[in-house]
């Protein structure tokens, strides 16, 4: 343990257990922050470094002048600095540069309140400031207005990571490793105790991310396309939250990498799974190491014989096709408007193809030649008869057919795009892939992470109890068959898919026209194969996006089944309407669910609940509730609402078996208005009244109460009542006095006045 992590932990300890730390004013910050007014969108970057970072720099003692001095953006005589072996440019200079005794000392970075302190780009060109060889700082800093966070260059881990409306509590050990006095000689604290265990059973979910940043993160966006991809900022917090650095998480539906590749970064050991050999082949490039220098060399040496032996002529196109190999013959889903993936190029862009990959082919160095296969099967999404031009975006623009439609569709009209011109394209984003990896790959063991091509119903080569946690997000049944719209990928990059591998697709539907039930068998082994893996007392995060409530069910059941306690569910916004949700807003989701499980010696299960009221009731109940909370909702939002509710009070199962679709209901019931997207109350029509008033508290206390009792949380009268009334705004409103009533027979107080569920009061359902 560094000296630094010493001082820190120290002084955690001390103000956390010293009652004079808490009561001697001297260890307290002189400076108030007004955090209110990071909330006005008029408050930016500049506001956080005149109203915030600047007062606090002169409250840890430094100034514009003297011995500890506040330099203000500092520039460089050679803006690059050396990652590994990649020459990095640093392109944003620090607002600060802090030095004591006339030499630098740390480097600190004001952010606008909506922007990342902990990740992201923000984070690195922090970090290659603070290693240039005209700065060498030790430590470098962060701060938007809403968190300070402070880094070593040695640790990818935050060193001290805080929120500011908690400056009172951190302030302590802030001031004992930044100010001046802690740089100079014989002031390092004495060393710390040794830390308590890492507590994995007292960790709280997270709350639903909602600043994402989805494509700030290069090593995620622009490298190669895929069919989904979860939010990595979404995933990091997630990780973060279950797990400690050294970590060995798991994926088995690895997909794209998101969890791998974030797992990483945080200093985890990762495992990837997937039955999908481009995900092998796209990951496992991505993270392996290469000479930036060689591949750099080796594509230039690529393109220039392209471009010298590149076809002009359909003549000397038709030549190239007889003497270079391509896919031929290779059979396409069934769904497709061509039968195979050489149906799929005109002419010109077969023998382009053809060329580019031959040329490829015969690099020496291996690396250099599957980085550069890399970039030549990101660009074949663009370069095929289904990528679409569009009218609103520059020329070239458009989109794939294979990514909107999820399927092979031809365009009436695609664009003829330059193949040189997206290669050089892709090198650019794999290049920038590369360089925002490489500072935190650098120090990375692969022997304890590795990408598998396999299937979640078979972890064999995993032991048991070994992962610490999980973190997943499995098919949605029939939404997307993965294997079939990767034929194009996988034929050109000469990847094998076996009959075996589409027999363990957990999909429904697809070329092999699978059943739901057979979707079903397939996500239950998976799980059961995930319990087995799982350490004892770690989490397991499973993400899914489904309207049909029998998924839900199935989901929880089994997990239930095999051993996992259900430990509540997070509504997870993804920022942006698919083309799909935007083509049928009332079937089709955005935004998704994420629950949580816990593998412990003795789980618990939900247990149903008698609320004596019928299940047509308490699904119109609940649609009425959520419109109501949200003056009209969405689908998500009622979707959403029924499966919490079903978890939470144990009739999932009814649900499943009575309503797998909604619509009908939301049609028939309620008015949907395109303005808004939302679900209202059908005009001269009025909530629902006949459901007893007494019965409606009762199923939403039950329902908060019990989310609470997840999150560890013994809610005040006060904070139960402002939290359900807003519910129950159909019909009767009920008087505080009800609801104290209804909770009475549910819940004890204790002398704190916080209410905790009875252990008899819950009883079973009984519809």
Known sequence: MSDIKQSRDRSLGEAATDPAIASDPSQSPPLIIDLATLDDPDFKEDAVREEIVHPLLTALGYASSGKNRIIRSKSLSHPFVMIGTTKRPITVIPDYLLSVDEKYRWVLDAKGPRESVTSGDNVLQAYSYAIHPEIRTRLFALCNGKEFALFEVENREPLLLFPLAELAEFWRPLNDLLRPEAFRKNTQPKPAAPQPPFDYLAIKPPKEVA???????????????????????????????????????????????????????????????????????????????????????????????????????????????????????????????????????????????????????????????????????????????????????????????????YRYRIAHTSPRLDVAKVFRLRFNRVLGAKAELAPY??????????????????????EDRSVDYIYTDPPYGSKIPYLDLSTMWNAWLDLDVTAEDFRNEAIEGGEQRKSKKEYESLLSESIREMYRVLKFDRWMSFVFAHKDPAYWHLIVETAEAVGFEYAGVTRQNNGQASFKKRQNPFTVLSGQLIINFRKVQNPKSIMAVRLGMDIADIIEETIEGTIAAHQGASLEQINDGLVIRGLELGFLHILSQQYNDLTPLLREKFQYEEIDDKYHIKKNAKFKTHVDVRLRVRYYLLSYLRRMEHNGIHPKFDDIVLSIIPLLKNGITPENQTVLSVLEGLAERDTNDRWRLKEDGQGTLDF
Not at 383 to 399: F, K, V
């Open 211 to 405: 600043i994402f940043q989805k494509q700030s993160a290069k090593r995620h966006h622009g490298v190669h396309g895929y069919f989904t991809r979860q939010i990595w900022s979404v995933v990091q917090k997630y990780v973060s939250t279950f797990t400690k650095p050294g970590d060995i998480i798991l994926d088995p539906f690895g997909g794209s990498g998101v969890t791998y590749i974030e797992a990483l970064v945080l200093g985890r050991k990762a495992i990837q799974v997937d039955t999908n050999p481009l995900c092998k082949f796209v990951v496992e490039t991505l993270v392996s190491p290469v000479n930036l220098a060689l591949l750099e060399h080796d594509f230039e040496k690529v393109e220039a014989e392209f471009q010298r032996r590149r076809p002009n002529t359909d003549g000397e196109a038709d030549n190239l096709i007889e003497t270079l190999p391509y896919p031929k013959g290779v059979k396409l889903p069934k769904s497709s408007d061509v039968t195979t993936v050489d149906q799929l190029f005109s002419r010109m862009q077969l023998a382009e193809l053809a060329l580019l990959k031959s040329i490829i082919s015969r690099v020496k160095d291996g690396s250099s030649r599957a980085h550069l296969l890399l970039m030549f099967s990101g660009l074949l999404n663009k370069i095929n008869l289904t990528y679409h031009a569009s009218t609103a975006r520059t020329e070239g623009g458009g989109d794939s057919a294979i990514f909107r439609y």
């Open 441 to 462: 790959l650098a120090a990375t063991d692969f022997s304890s992470s590795k990408v598998l091509k396999g299937t979640a119903t078979d972890l064999s080569g995993i």
